[in-house]
């Protein structure tokens, strides 16, 4: 080798061996962007169900190409400054998607997240309660790591036509196979319309993608269409098996915000955390049962307005056009029962005050009346805790000339449980703040008051009091696999009078097997106001 072609060859090396460790930066951090966001995806989007295993394995294949070449071109033309607030909302995202999925286990659609800000504050609480340690912590190590890699090498390659190029093929491949996807795959966007879920179609697309398919694709029409089919799914298991329950006084609906079935009978430190409801169990008809809990909490009471599924994809009460005519609150105004809702939280969550005045209640009664017409104080997240509630419908009932029919509807057990009042003491001890110990102390709560409530109610009074879906705390006993159904109790209970004496399933299996749902329950309760109505026609016939 000559002195000139040794000379020629060093200088190669010199110029692309920088040029090559620029590279493998940029593509470090290509990779660790893309994984990251694969990381939330695998936990979060999960609908395996009714899948073959190749065309799950080829959505979630297609998912990984396309988040690979999503990341490729932000990196690529994006200048430095403009990824970090993308890695930053990546974080925030997480956080924000990780725990509403480990709550509603679901993945969070776009129409939540607009149903949310259409609400506005009234809807979303930011606590850190709702941080969970291990996602945060990886997150923002994540976060370091491709801080480090965009400034902290002084390897960033320079602006040049060869990286915008391969920037602009990668998003020109990324929406070229979205497309192509779409028009042979088997989870096309467009399939939203109609009765593929949110989460089925982002295994394949992811949480860009398939936001964008369903602000398309899924309208209030959609919505309606789908809750209309849903209405249709009814089960009443439970009436031929009891028969109708007489209704002697006044009825109570009591809906308890996160009341879990393996909560009953649990100890800590010696004490029981749900004394007046272990009692009550004996004294009460007793069943376990499934929640229904598809898009919230109101799930719960609008099955037991309407002894049928709700919707998919967003609550059903913010649903136009939904026919709320033939609700629970009709039938019992027909009973001579009319009902009155209670409810510590304001009008607007989960829009339920626009549906509730299409249900001839008599009253409806919510933070805003409960200041303004009854001088209580809101306290925590601007919310009348739960037993300033119950007492208010107490008074109400001790006041009332006539039968009347209250639903109330729990809150300070909420998660993520940090609404106990300051003037209440915990009944644990909770160094480590743990969601579990705030759990445990905020049903404890709720039972107490509970229990306070039940003895201000006259005598003949019947009490119908259910979950309106499991708390998702971490104690061991409460744990299950994740799409395993949730139970919870659900008890009859009459002032002055044992109904487990009465309950003809008592020692059948079906109570405790929790086969029966929500849904089955409420049918039941409906049945108990559509025989009074019945048993009064005939009265008005014989007279």
Not at 176 to 193: D, E, H, Q, V, Y
Not at 289 to 299: I, R
Request: glycine share 6%; with cysteine.
């Amino acid at each position: 080798m000559d002195k000139t072609t040794a000379t020629t060859s060093l200088s190669l090396r010199s110029l692309t061996k920088p040029l090559a460790s620029q590279w493998g930066v940029l593509a470090l951090l290509i990779a660790v962007w893309t994984l990251e966001i694969y990381w939330l995806q695998s936990f979060t989007l999960i609908s395996e169900s009714g899948w073959k295993a190749a065309d799950y394995s080829q959505a979630v294949a297609f998912r990984l190409t396309i988040t690979i070449l999503f990341c490729t071109g932000l990196t690529l033309l994006l200048p430095r400054l403009a990824l970090v607030p993308c890695f930053i909302i990546l974080l925030l995202f997480t956080q924000g998607a990780w725990f509403y999925h480990q709550y509603f286990e679901q993945a969070l659609s776009w129409t939540t997240i607009r149903t949310l800000f259409m609400e506005g504050s009234d809807s979303i609480k930011i606590d850190k309660a709702f941080i969970i340690p291990a996602v945060l912590t990886t997150s923002t190590l994540l976060l370091l790591v491709k801080l480090t890699l965009l400034w902290g090498t002084g390897k960033w390659p320079p602006r040049s036509r060869p990286r915008y190029a391969m920037g602009t093929l990668a998003l020109s491949g990324y929406i070229a196979l979205i497309l192509l996807f779409n028009a042979m795959g088997n989870t096309p966007l467009k399939s939203m319309r109609n009765w593929m879920s949110f989460d089925r179609v982002a295994v394949a697309h992811g949480y860009i993608v398939t936001w964008v398919g369903e602000a398309i694709h899924v309208n209030n029409d959609t919505l309606l269409k789908n809750a209309l089919a849903a209405r249709q799914v009814t089960s009443d298991q439970i009436t031929p098996i009891e028969g109708s329950l007489d209704l002697p006084g006044h009825l109570v609906l009591l809906q308890v915000e996160s009341l879990d079935w393996h909560v009953l009978g649990l100890e800590r430190q010696g004490r029981e955390i749900t004394p007046r409801l272990n009692a009550l169990r004996e004294q009460s008809m007793f069943f376990k049962v499934q929640a229904v809990h598809k898009n919230g909490s109101a799930d719960a009471d609008f099955v037991m307005l309407h002894a049928c599924h709700p919707g998919n994809g967003v609550v059903t009460y913010k649903i136009a056009g939904y026919p709320h005519a033939d609700s629970l609150p009709r039938i019992a105004m027909q009973a001579g029962l009319p009902m009155t809702v209670l409810h510590g939280n304001k009008a607007r969550f989960y829009s339920r005050i626009d549906a509730f005045r299409q249900m001839d209640f008599q009253q409806t009664i919510f933070v805003k009346q409960m200041i303004e017409d009854y001088t209580l104080e809101p306290k925590k997240w601007g919310a009348v805790p739960d037993r300033e509630v119950m007492m208010l419908s107490a008074d109400l009932l001790e006041q009332a000339a006539s039968p009347q029919s209250h639903l109330i509807i729990t809150y300070t057990s909420h998660t993520p449980f940090v609404m106990l009042p300051d003037t209440v003491t915990p009944m644990l001890d909770n160094p480590g703040d743990t969601v579990d110990t705030r759990y445990l102390n905020s049903i404890h709560y709720v039972d107490q008051a509970i229990g306070e409530y039940l003895d201000r109610l006259p005598k003949g009074t019947t009490v119908v009091i259910y979950a309106d879906h499991e708390s998702a705390a971490g104690y061991p006993e409460r744990l299950r696999p994740s799409g395993t159904p949730e139970y919870i109790p659900t008890f009859v209970y009459r002032v002055g009078e044992d109904l487990s004496q009465r309950q003809v399933s008592r020692d059948l299996p079906e109570p405790q097997s929790g086969q029966w749902t929500l849904i089955d329950v409420a049918a039941w309760v409906r049945h108990w106001l559509e025989a009074k109505v019945q048993a009064q026609g005939q009265d008005a016939d014989q007279d």
